[in-house]
């Protein structure tokens, strides 16, 4: 599992693939396995995937990543 | 934040039923969105949505319909009453997006034959909003007795519909309005 934080836990927010700009990271959605490589990555401490979700504030662009 | 970006407010016809009466009820809040300064808005018709059903979920998401729940703010979703639930290829459409959903508003608009005005349909739908990541507001639009509501053209027939759709816009817009600022300037990890 790839932890995508600062040291003090903080989360490394993403490049906006739009325009560049430094995205805000809104939300840590948990969401349920689908296929068998999905179950092996789930993070047993919270029974789910944990999706980051980052929007720009400029072009408003959405991306995600699943840590 | 850009604040000078209209807020994208589309509305979801849930059906593809041929003679559906819900497309009415779509057409007509499509137009209440577009007289209100700032917001921006159109129909997604989930029959112009062909995906593959030997599979379900992000798998196989629609890019179209994926890039338009990404740039919006907010969500319309009108649903017929279908056995006290939703038709079964509104779910199948809804469930192949998930992050373009996260922290935006949803308002429902239900739509019957019967008396209830699709209640039942909405409050089934509540749990699925929520797994979706979806903020639902607090008014609804019940479209009840829907053949006396339009007549055979489509053509509004009871104007009192006007002020529920009118009080529902006003807390889906603010919601859209609030939930973006959220998005896009408070970060979840503070
Ligand atoms: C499969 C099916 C189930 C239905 N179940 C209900 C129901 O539970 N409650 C209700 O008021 N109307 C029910 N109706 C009637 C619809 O409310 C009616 O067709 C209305 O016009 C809205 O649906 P439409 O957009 O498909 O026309 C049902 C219709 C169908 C096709
Ligand atoms: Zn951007």
Redesign the pocket.
């Known amino acids: 599992m790839t932890k995508v934080q600062n040291g003090d836990g903080r989360i490394v927010p993403m490049t906006c693939a739009g325009c560049g700009m430094k995205m805000n990271p809104h939300a840590e959605k948990p969401v349920d396995p689908v296929t068998r490589a999905d179950t092996e990555r789930v993070d047993a401490a919270v029974s789910a995937l944990i999706e980051e979700i980052h929007q720009c504030p400029d072009c408003g662009n959405v991306q995600s990543r699943r840590v | 934040m850009n604040d000078q970006r209209p807020l994208y407010v589309p509305v979801i016809l849930g ?1 593809t ?1 041929s ?5 009415a009820t779509a057409t007509l809040m499509v137009a209440e969105i577009a007289k209100r300064p700032g917001v921006t808005t159109d129909l997604i018709d989930i029959a112009t949505i062909s995906l593959p059903v030997d599979d379900a979920g992000e798998a196989i998401k629609d890019s179209r319909f994926a890039d338009r729940m990404s740039s919006a703010d907010g969500l319309v979703i009108v649903t ?5 639930g939703c ?1 079964g290829l509104l779910k199948h459409v809804l469930d192949s997006c998930l992050k373009e959903y996260i922290h935006k508003a949803v308002g429902i608009v239900g ?6 005005g ?1 209640t ?2 909405i409050e089934n739908l509540l749990p699925t909003m929520r797994e979706l990541g979806l903020v639902t507001i607090f008014w609804d639009v019940n479209v009840s007795k ?2 006396e509501v339009f007549d055979e053209s489509g053509a509004l027939k009871d104007t009192a519909i006007l002020k529920r759709i009118d009080k529902f816009l006003r807390e889906l817009v603010w919601m859209s309005r609030t939930l973006r600022y959220g998005r896009e300037r408070i970060p979840v990890d503070v």
Do not use: I
């Open positions: 059906t039923r003679g559906r009466m819900s497309a017929p009453e279908y056995n006290h038709p739509v019957s034959a019967g008396g209830f699709g039942r349909v829907v053949h």
